[in-house]
């Protein structure tokens, strides 16, 4: 059932008061290019060609570079690919349908990461940056695969690109983090986002559930994040705390929004780009813009809208 577009809201402000909002813009084939890509990693492949879901235009000339399935310490899957077109490594996670269980579980309780000495190099970094442990013992599974592809790639200097649905967005946060925790100044400035060939990294989420607290989102908030909310999708107001200091979402918010209310149209959504965060080197903590999914009413949260993103429809999501 679409919420009534009249009722989305529960501060007073309008759609062309929202769509006004600075912020940097993506149109919603670029977005849709990035959620095909988030949305083939739910399908079981060892070469691209063998992917049904991989076949659309923008996205069948990709080369598989390297895949990953684990089951310990954690879940875990997802390829790195290459587009040569594009002059991109793409590094996707995929999600899982079961993502309310993930957010419900004993590991909701957070830990230490990046390392503080690592971290501390990050002059932004104000306080000790603390992740969801499970979703962090998920990347840590797939991290020995990815390493090894990037070092196979490394002489291609081509730029990387993060990307991930659902618990596999909160993976792909993870890794772009990591990632900048690698290259000199990556996480001061705009150096992380704005450089060229392989210094320059950008994460593209889908529905991502909050991922650390204030300090982990000034991170996220020191690049080039972009972070897309199909709008009322429960996932993204997870993990809830009755201190809200310990989970914050970084990055750039991209609210995409049913152009029908009495149908869902992963191709035909209204794009909204909310207020940005802070820039990093600010003492402001990252608060969400309240004109945007953070404005919804938890009485129209749902599962629904979050099996559906620009290029990906998942179905029926499972309990």
């Known amino acids: 059932m679409r919420i009534p577009r009249a009722t989305i809201h529960v501060f007073a402000a309008t759609l062309s008061t929202i769509s006004t909002l600075s912020g940097p813009k993506a149109t919603l084939d670029e977005l849709a290019h990035w959620g095909r890509l988030a949305a083939s990693t739910y399908q079981r492949f060892e070469d691209w060609a063998n992917c049904t879901a991989c076949q659309h235009t923008d996205i069948s000339n990709i080369t598989l570079a390297a895949t990953w399935s684990t089951a310990l310490p954690a879940f875990s899957r997802g390829f790195v690919a290459i587009d040569h077109t594009r002059t991109q490594i793409i590094i996707a996670f995929r999600g899982t349908t079961h993502i309310m269980d993930a957010l419900s579980d004993a590991q909701i309780l957070q830990t230490a990461w990046p390392p503080p000495a690592a971290a501390a190099s990050a002059s932004t970094l104000r306080g000790v940056s603390r992740v969801h442990m499970g979703f962090l013992l998920s990347y840590l599974s797939a991290r020995p695969h990815i390493i090894k592809a990037l070092e196979r790639s490394a002489h291609l200097g081509y730029a990387v690109r993060f990307v991930g649905h659902s618990l596999g967005a909160a993976q792909a946060a993870l890794a772009y983090v990591d990632y900048g925790m690698m290259r000199p100044n990556a996480l001061t400035g705009s150096d992380f986002g704005s450089g060229s060939g392989s210094d320059a990294a950008a994460l593209v989420t889908f529905g991502s559930p909050r991922v650390g607290n204030a300090q982990f989102a000034r ?101």
């Open 219 to 319: 991170l996220l908030n020191s690049g080039n994040a972009l972070r897309v909310v199909h709008e009322s999708d429960i996932v993204v107001h997870l993990p809830n705390s009755i201190y809200p200091v310990l989970y914050a979402h970084g990055g750039q918010e991209v609210w995409a929004l049913d152009s029908d209310e009495d149908d869902y149209d992963e191709d035909s959504m209204t794009l909204v780009f909310c207020e940005p965060p802070p820039p990093a080197d600010k003492d402001d903590d990252p608060a969400p813009d309240r004109n945007c999914s953070a404005g919804v009413s938890p009485l129209r949260w749902n599962i629904q809208d979050h099996m559906v993103y620009p290029g990906m429809h998942l179905g029926i999501p499972q309990y």
